[in-house]
């Protein structure tokens, strides 16, 4: 764009050498040589009249122009008005302008004030929220060990005594219950970790085949007991340099949610891993109900749960999946969802073979 000043000076510009021009043709074409003359005078005179008026226009009325302008945009980058004092012009219309700016300036930068004071005092509310969670479910994490402890000691009547099958089915539901109360405090102690950056990631070298093994013997129990498939899909050999248990945790939760959402005697489960250069893509893929696309969007999020009657009748806190975000993102990979309802789904998630730096809130 060009500026006005520009605009102003080549159109005084053009006008002045007409009519220059015209004072010339006149003096040239003239019969007598004193009314060429006059003439040829008169049109330099308001050739320069004309520059000259040009010039002052230009101070008047273009430098404030400018001046504001220039003044607008520095505020449009850092929010406030670094140049507050006022600019000298006699129009009207320009120092009504000014003044307007200068008002909605200030305006603007007590709002941005306010504004930051505001979001500072919810960081600081939302740090002692995540603070006294983190307390509060260490101190129930706390009794549930002596409980549990004494729990299995009845279950076994050689030590403390025979019980009646009434008896010992209460004591069943009671470990079965501080089981389950213990890995929610266990889920919610691990979510706050990843808010606050805490969560320790140790790093060793893993052979990835061995891995997938340890996670089949381990849930064959529970897929056996449900009549549920679990077949490995691991094409190489590879060896990658990250946190085993934090893996298997990632694993642990997608096979659980799993299990609960394929049907018993025709449920199939793969879980399996990809390699390229950089990453391991690991999977857990199932013929469970699928997901739909809207359900996709939120699933990562913390205490989210999806709303079907299957999903209200599992046991859960909704933070399996939020866990299994941070741990993977704090391993310096991703997780993503694959799924189609009545179909199936699979839940992919990528760690990198080697981790230069492990990422954490703090470093970030």
């Not at 997938?212 to 490995?232: E, G, S, V």
């Amino acid at each position: 764009m060009i500026p006005i000043k520009h605009i102003l000076f080549l159109v005084s510009g053009v006008s002045s050498f007409i009519i220059f021009y015209m004072g010339l043709v006149n003096y040239l074409t003239a019969i007598e040589q004193s009314t060429g003359m006059t003439l040829l005078i008169f049109a330099t005179a308001v050739a320069m009249g004309t520059l000259l008026s040009t010039v002052y226009i230009s101070k008047s009325i273009t430098k404030p122009i400018e001046k504001l302008a220039q003044n607008m945009t520095e505020f449009s980058k850092i929010n406030k008005i670094t140049n507050k004092k006022p600019i000298n012009t006699n129009i009207k219309e320009i120092h009504e302008l000014n003044e307007n700016f200068q008002s909605m300036g200030q305006k603007v930068e007590k709002t941005i004030a306010v504004q930051k004071e505001y979001v500072e005092k919810l960081k600081e509310i939302d740090r002692k929220k995540v603070e006294f969670s983190s307390m509060v479910s260490h101190e129930l994490k706390t009794p549930l060990v002596p409980i549990l402890g004494y729990v299995q000691m009845l279950q076994k009547q050689e030590l403390m005594g025979e019980l009646n099958k009434k008896q010992l089915d209460a004591v069943d539901e009671i470990y079965s219950s501080a089981l389950k109360l213990q890995r929610l405090v266990g889920d919610i102690l691990t979510t706050q970790k990843l808010d606050l950056g805490k969560l320790e990631f140790n790093q060793e070298n893993i052979d990835v085949g061995e891995l997938l093994n340890y996670i089949i013997k381990d849930f064959n129990p529970i897929a056996n007991q449900k009549n549920i498939h679990l077949i490995k899909d691991i094409t190489g050999n590879e060896v990658i340099f990250s946190d085993k248990d934090r893996i298997n945790q990632v694993f642990s939760n997608l096979i659980k949610n799993a299990i609960d959402f394929v049907e018993p005697e025709r449920g199939q489960i793969t879980i399996g891993a990809r390699s390229d250069k950089k990453f391991i893509e690991f999977f857990v893929k199932d013929n469970g109900v699928g997901i739909s696309e809207i359900n996709q969007k939120e699933i990562f999020k913390k205490f989210y749960q999806i709303d079907t009657s299957t999903s209200r009748k599992r046991n859960g806190s909704g933070l399996g999946l939020a866990i299994c975000k941070g741990i993977t993102e704090g391993l310096g990979g991703k997780i993503w969802v694959e799924s189609k309802e009545n179909v199936g789904t699979t839940f992919h998630f990528e760690i990198p073979k080697q981790v230069i730096k492990v990422i954490s809130k703090n470093n970030q």
